[in-house]
């Protein structure tokens, strides 16, 4: 083992430019151009401290929250409106689905479900990942130059959160980066031509030649098993230039695409942070470096000072008045800022053809909470947002009301179901996506939500 | 023609690669004829394996099928059997070592080389030849680079730059102050700080290397994760230096109508503002260069460098390295700005080799066999890292606290280290004059980054050039081992962390593994008491036992494996008994028959009853032990935690258990399961676990099971929640059991019970050498190799002359030859 490893490091160390065409991502995107397969990208957007369901459904829809419901209601939205806080999502109705009561007890309840809202499974930010969640499945079975991209907004100059939201694989959660300044730098920090990107670019590979030159210099030091020992460190040091190397070759599109930088970027509130990430996914969906991105909108801590409400969401979630706007005055102005940001990256996304379509047609979008419903929450209900159009062909997204029987009751459905539809959409053989709710072991809980797929 | 003779030697097949004739015919031939061709001959070859047809002709298949074969049997010392004569200890480990290195040249290695690395398979070196005093090499440590492990990552990064400070003030609460300046003056006020530790990335994965249970080797690697993440925690370190920590200060002013709930630092309601204040201890050298105008002179560049290497390395940096970084990084990032270009030079030290790995080169004094002393920085690190996880130094340049009663502490600032207050002007915000500035400010300052004490104070040490040799080694372990370990559980799941040497609770840890009880998954509704809160419960107990024992230091490890003293860490708890107390005498009013009592179903739901005790009469057993039953409990092996950790799901593990006493204990080890094995035991909930356990006893089976089941079958006096039982499916249970193939005379036989079977463990010679073995491993971070026989004896000695001391057997350990000296 040692030595095969070893000694696939030397002989990948010594591979030309031309010869990184063999890598499982090169040989990815080549098959894509040679079957003229339509990329598969998927957004998932998060929120803390619960998404009520009234709040997103239609005024007009809402007496069907009032009373139990034993079939599932799938009602058209072209007809309706939409609610006060969503009308920035208009121009997507045709590929929007209001997704009610489908439950999720097979994940931690209370102030976050952590990694069960992309997983359904029981998660802990105590404990490491027991499994993969979509985003990074979806990330392995859709290679690309960053597999999976996290954004969150933080506060300060936070860079890097764990947020125990998203795993690659039992015990590997994936990182969120706080800081857009720092998440451009990754993501597009080859193109710069001018400014403290470039500065912080050059700094950084300075860093890197001169300690792998240090680590080299030890090596010739050392013994056999000690010196190859350092090989696997140095094996670190060739993996990010590779990547700058593919970066390297991407320039062309990168530099089309590559977001502006704004002071949005750099400005001491957490809020504009926001919208820099989302600029930033837009653009990485775009430009193909990614396909597969999860944007964390906020935590407990979080303060939306720069959209006129300088409190905590905790607070809110607990009832608190905020200068002058109330408890829920303030969870509609988070809800409606957030999807107004959603809307503008779809336009973007709109406005790129792709194939017989655009590129926003071979994107599944999903927001939702990582805690449910509520604030505290139990589960019993999941509202959320898919937007997909026909994706692939295979989604039936398209200006949808779809609201299951309540917990327990035949035809009610998980999570977990619904997880396992877009894994279906996206071509993927999973019978199912997630963990059983063991509750519900009566109920037939395996299979993707029939009714969203074609 | 000269290409031609190059080309033709890349063709040669590796199997012509020369077989080594002379020790065929010198040494393996002898050993055959002596051991193995009585049986093994031309006429009526046992198992059909004729040795006097065996030839050296690795490039053949056969042949190569016949040689692992014989490798195999060896090895595991299946031949000759047991009542035959034993080979001579280093003509077999010689004849091994011959037949592996010419299957690996065959292309068909055993891979034992690399096996030896690894602690699983340290029980591979022969135990005789260790402890027969017949190897009198001088004994040394290959150089190496020691990765640093987790808890010491932990302790460096997460500490002083992975924690998240948040502040907190309430207006109109129930604050102790009053507010002087702004709208609110005359109110009262509150200020909560409170530390979230961010959630950072550890560079540095826990590696278990799972038969074995260790978890720091110097075996285990830094890779391409490591750096990736070191990368983006340097990052952040160096913004912390240099510009300050970014502190979120929230203020919440009470409205009529809000009101307190059990928010950390909050208040549900009312109306809150929030901002971030850069709050840090720059060093003065760093202001220096940060400040100034155009390029700063290669004088201040130096002292900025130099100041990085003792921050982050606690050395001196040496002139050329100095030089580098200055022009190889610093000027070379200058261009990017001052700060960039310092922050660079921090960023690269906390990614470099010396940051990743404990360099254990041998930098001190050659001696005659050419081994190399320690250096007394090497040393500092390797003595401190053996006992504790927090570094051997103290932050920047303060003065340790001539107070002895302040642990660790430090008083003032050195002289030369002014501070500087980096404080970032507060930007104006929505409630504008609300706060009182002045009162903030004052409170922002005590978050500066609180300087650290070293825990061991052997920096200190070795600064004043008194960690040199071997006599200053054994000074400074008397002193540090001269304290008390036992301490009561905090609520805190990793006591590890908070005890005196946490390294010696980590070994025993390690060694017994009973801590990994909470992995172990059961269906709780099985039993009324058993929880998974239970099972770190009972891991707290054994943890509080080891301590209290290694404090007794009399007889340790006989004491570990037979007492029956325990601990419990967890009480019921006031509220739930007062609540029970009232429903107690509810009950007893009603005169209510045939139903366990209120105080009887609380008792019951008590994790104690895996010890089958009644809670209620265990008072105050959290400090001092007290006895369980004699007639139930021997040792730290009949814990529930370690019962519990070597059970599956279901039901006991007789093969596990009786594969950590062959490996822990009988310093043995058990073939790796056989890949065409597929291993379960067949169900029938009519028949007890070992009716069940009988199909291993068919031959292809026992010759791996022998060694284990036999020893782990006496624990079938236990559930597998750790309950003492005396019957199992309705009939009594069987608890013999055996010790065999233990390599000393008068171990083997067979035992009645667990009790008989840990007193004779207890009083066993190879038994105490297995232990010294494993402590071996644990605190070198390596296998032992033979010339380390003369550390095993010597650390064995050490031991039993001092009446079973764990503490003389490790300053042996510590200051032998094997841990001050590379080569």
Not at chain 2, 31 to 40: A, I, P, V, Y
Not at chain 2, 104 to 114: A, I, V
């Amino acid at each position: 083992m040692k030595y095969s490893r070893r000694h696939s490091i030397k002989t990948f160390g010594k591979l030309s430019l031309g010869s990184m065409a063999f890598t499982p991502f090169m040989n990815h995107l080549a098959a894509q151009r040679t079957t003229g397969a339509t990329p598969k990208r998927f957004l998932f957007v998060l929120k803390s401290s619960g998404l009520t369901e009234e709040h997103i459904t239609p005024p007009a829809y809402r007496p069907f929250l009032e009373s139990p419901v034993d079939k599932v209601i799938d009602k058209p939205l072209q007809s309706v409106a939409l609610p006060e806080t969503l009308t920035s999502l208009d121009p997507f109705k045709d590929k929007m689905t209001i997704v009610q009561r489908i439950s999720g007890k097979m994940c931690a309840t209370g102030h976050s479900g952590f990694y069960g809202a992309l997983g359904a499974f029981k998660g802990s930010n105590t404990k490491k990942p027991i499994a993969h969640t979509i985003d990074g499945y979806l990330a392995k079975k859709f290679p690309s130059v960053f597999n999976h991209v996290g954004l969150k907004m933080g506060n300060g100059s936070e860079s890097v959160a764990y947020p125990s939201i998203s795993s690659a694989g039992g015990g590997k959660q994936l990182p969120y980066q706080c800081n857009p300044m720092i998440a451009y730098m990754n993501l597009f920090g080859s193109i710069a031509e001018s400014g403290d990107v470039q500065k912080k670019y050059a700094a950084s590979g300075n860093i890197l030649d001169f300690v792998s030159n240090d680590v080299k210099k030890l090596k010739r030091q050392l013994n056999g098993a000690e010196a190859e020992k350092l090989d696997y460190y140095l094996e670190g040091f060739d993996a990010l230039k590779e990547r700058r190397i593919k970066l390297t070759g991407m320039q062309k599109i990168l530099n089309q695409n590559a977001p502006e930088v704004t002071d949005t970027f750099t400005s001491p509130t957490p809020t504009h942070h926001l919208e820099a990430h989302f600029d930033l996914a837009a653009a990485t969906l775009i430009s193909g470096l990614s396909n597969s991105i999860s944007i964390l909108c906020d935590d407990l801590q979080t303060n939306y000072d720069g959209i006129g409400i300088p409190g905590t969401v905790h607070g809110i979630g607990h009832g608190a008045t905020i200068g002058e706007h109330n408890s829920e005055q303030c969870r509609d102005l988070i809800r409606k800022f957030h999807l107004e940001l959603l809307s503008g990256l779809m336009h973007k996304l709109a406005k790129v053809p792709e194939g017989d379509g655009t590129m926003l047609d071979n994107t599944v979008i999903v927001y939702l909470s990582d805690n449910s419903d509520k604030h505290h929450s139990f589960a019993n209900e999941w509202p959320l947002l898919l937007f997909g159009g026909k994706f692939n062909g295979r989604l039936k997204s398209t200006g949808r009301y779809l609201q299951y029987p309540d917990y327990g009751k035949q035809g009610h459905r998980t999570i977990g179901n619904f997880l396992t539809t877009i894994v279906q959409a996206a071509g993927l053989p999973d019978k199912h996506f997630g963990h059983l709710d063991l509750g519900l072991s009566d109920l037939d809980q395996e299979g993707p939500l029939h009714e969203l797929l074609v | 023609m000269k290409k031609q003779v190059i080309f033709l030697i890349l063709l040669l097949p590796v199997s012509v690669m020369a077989v080594d004739m002379r020790s065929y015919n010198d040494l393996v031939m002898p050993f055959l004829d002596k051991h193995c061709t009585n049986c093994h001959d031309a006429d009526d070859p046992k198992a059909d394996l004729d040795l006097y047809a065996i030839n050296a002709e690795f490039d053949k298949i056969e042949t190569v099928r016949v040689w692992q074969r014989i490798y195999e049997q060896v090895q595991y010392d299946e031949m000759p059997p047991a009542k035959k004569k034993r080979p001579d200890a280093a003509e077999l480990q010689k004849v091994i070592q011959w037949i592996s290195s010419e299957l690996n040249k065959s292309g068909h290695g055993t891979g034992l080389e690399e096996k030896l690395l690894l602690p699983d398979y340290a029980n591979y070196m022969s135990h005789e030849l260790l402890f027969n005093g017949s190897i009198t090499t001088k004994a040394y440590t290959p150089a190496r680079l020691w990765r640093t492990r987790p808890f010491i990552y932990e302790a460096n990064f997460a500490e002083r730059y992975g924690k998240k400070p948040r502040q907190g003030f309430q207006i109109g609460g129930k604050g102790r102050d009053i507010v002087k300046e702004g709208d609110h003056a005359g109110k009262t006020l509150a200020r909560g700080r409170s530390y979230q530790h961010l959630r950072y990335a550890n560079p540095f994965f826990q590696f278990v290397h799972h038969a074995s249970g260790i978890t720091d080797y110097s075996s285990i690697v830094a890779d391409q994760t490591s750096l990736e993440t070191l990368l983006v925690n340097a990052e952040k370190m160096a913004e912390i230096l240099t510009v300050g920590r970014a502190i979120p200060v929230s203020v919440t002013i009470k409205n009529d109508g809000s009101k307190f709930a059990n928010n950390p630092g909050g208040f549900a309601g009312g109306a809150v503002t929030s901002f971030v204040k850069n709050v840090g201890l720059i060093k003065p050298a760093f202001i220096k260069v940060l400040n100034s105008k155009g390029t700063p002179s290669d004088a201040d560049i130096n002292t900025a460098v130099q100041t990085c290497f003792k921050v982050l390395l606690h050395r001196d940096g040496n002139p050329e390295e100095v030089r580098r970084y200055g022009d190889d990084l610093f000027k070379k990032n200058l261009p990017q700005g001052n700060l960039m270009a310092l922050q660079s030079v921090l960023i690269a030290m906390a990614i470099s080799p010396e940051f990743v790995y404990r360099l254990e080169l041998g930098m001190g004094e050659k001696d005659s066999h050419g081994r190399r002393h320690l250096s007394e920085h090497e040393l500092v690190y390797a003595l401190n890292y053996a006992l504790f996880n927090s570094p051997p130094f103290d932050d920047f340049d303060h003065k340790r606290s001539k107070d002895k009663n302040k642990k660790g502490g430090l008083d003032s600032p050195g002289v030369d280290d002014l501070l500087y207050y980096a404080k970032n002007k507060i930007s104006k915000h929505p409630l504008d004059g609300v706060e009182d500035m002045a009162l903030i400010d004052e409170t922002l300052e005590k978050f500066l980054m609180t300087p650290r004490g070293s825990v061991s104070g052997l920096g200190e040490v070795m600064k004043a050039g008194q960690l040199k040799t071997k006599e200053d080694v054994e000074r400074e372990l008397r002193r540090l081992l001269s304290v008390k370990l036992f301490t009561r559980p905090k609520s805190d799941s990793r006591p590890a962390h908070r005890i005196k040497n946490p390294r010696i609770l980590q070994f025993f840890r390690e060694f017994f593994g009973y801590h990994h009880a909470p992995n172990v998954f059961k269906d709780e509704k099985r039993f009324a008491y058993y929880s998974e809160s239970g099972t770190r419960s009972m891991v707290s107990d054994t943890d509080q036992l080891i301590l209290y024992l290694v404090d007794q230091d009399e007889n340790v490890l006989e004491n570990m494996l037979t007492t029956n003293l325990s601990f419990f860490s967890t009480s019921i708890g006031n509220r739930p008994l007062k609540a029970a107390q009232k429903a107690q005498e509810k009950f007893e009013s009603k005169k209510i028959t045939g139903e366990l009592s209120p105080i009887e179903k609380l008792h019951n739901k008590h994790y104690s009853m895996s010890y089958n005790v009644n809670p209620g009469s265990a008072e105050n057993s959290s400090k001092k032990p007290f006895n369980l039953p004699k007639a139930q409990r021997i040792g730290i092996l009949t814990q529930p935690s370690w019962l519990v950790a070597h059970s599956n799901n279901f039901e006991n593990d007789p093969v596990r258990r009786g594969k950590w006493i062959r490996e822990k204990l009988l310093a043995g080890f058990v073939l790796d399961v056989p890949i065409n094995v597929d291993a379960k035991v067949p169900e029938d909930e009519h028949k007890t676990l070992r009716e069940r356990f009988s199909v291993v006893e068919a031959e292809e089976c026992w010759r791996c099971h022998k060694k284990m089941n036999p020893l782990g079958m006496p624990f079938e006096g236990y559930h597998d929640s750790g309950r003492f039982r005396t019957e199992e499916k309705g009939k009594a249970v069987a608890t013999n059991g055996a010790i065999s193939y233990s390599g000393e005379k008068g171990l083997d036989g067979e035992v009645a019970n667990v009790f008989e079977m840990m007193h004779k463990l207890a009083q066993s010679k190879r038994v105490k050498q297995s232990f010294v073995r494993h402590a071996f491993r644990f605190f070198m971070g390596r296998n032992e190799l033979l010339s380390d026989s003369q550390t095993l004896i010597n650390a064995e000695k050490a031991y039993v002359d001092s009446n079973g001391s764990f503490k003389e057997m490790l300053i042996s350990l510590l200051t032998s030859d094997s841990f001050l000296y590379r080569k």
